[in-house]
């Protein structure tokens, strides 16, 4: 039986029901790593706490926090609707991601955190949560969602410019100047979603079981 919640990877109007849901895939995705790892601690909450970061795990509390789109500030909204190309678009694209692919992207920020204690913001962590987000969502079969996920990522990169200076790698760039691009949405956007095509169209990318496994014996080896 799949058991995710059917309005899931759209944009929720009800608070409740979006806790609801996001603490329903939290305990799939923890089920689905005690499956691998039966004995690694993972006790992660699902809050609603909308801020200009959107979406993330924060270590402190050991919770996943969502933001709610009628809390969103008005250049937040201007954002997704510009990303998106009409405000219905922008709305469609929050949903997608934001009530959608991120959670398990976060939780695996979660695994980060569980496996090897807290790290800092870098690109290698964030295309690992990428990693762990798409391979999770395929295990789960929601090949479609995933396919529109893409779509919208290659047009958002398509129309956002290539903030890296020549001459230096996008890692490199992410890395030194980690403050400046996470406060910005239209740098930090532009990284996201590279990186979700990139692991999206990556032939090589192992299955959400090897993944996270071969993950967990590199902490503890």
């Known amino acids: 039986m799949n058991s995710i919640p059917n309005p899931w990877f759209t944009t929720y109007s009800d608070q409740a029901a979006l806790v ?8 799939q995705f923890i089920s689905d790593i005690h499956q691998i790892k039966a004995d690694l601690p993972f006790d992660v909450q699902v809050i609603i706490n909308t801020t200009p970061s959107l979406v993330f ?3 402190a509390t050991k919770t996943v926090n969502l933001p709610f789109w009628d809390q969103l500030g008005s250049d937040s909204i201007g954002f997704f609707s510009q990303m998106g190309g009409s405000d219905a678009a922008g709305k469609t694209l929050f949903g997608l991601f934001f009530n959608g692919f991120y959670l398990p992207h976060e939780l695996g920020h979660g695994l980060q955190f569980f496996a090897k204690g807290d790290e800092k913001g870098s690109y290698k962590n964030e295309y690992f949560a990428n990693q762990v987000g798409l391979t999770w969502w395929r295990m789960h079969q929601e090949i479609d969602q995933l396919e529109k996920c893409y779509a919208f990522a290659q047009h958002i990169v398509g129309i956002l410019p290539d903030p890296v200076p020549k001459g230096m790698s996008i890692e490199q760039y992410f890395n030194e100047n980690y403050d400046k691009v996470s406060s910005d949405p239209y740098i930090y956007g ?12 990556d032939k090589t990318l192992p299955d959400f079981v090897t993944l996270v496994r071969d993950y967990i014996n590199s902490c503890t080896s």
């Open 20 to 27: 609801k849901d996001g603490t329903q895939i939290t305990t």
């Open 190 to 201: 532009y990284m996201q979603f590279n990186q979700f095509i990139q692991i999206y169209e």
């Open 57 to 59: 795990f924060d270590p």
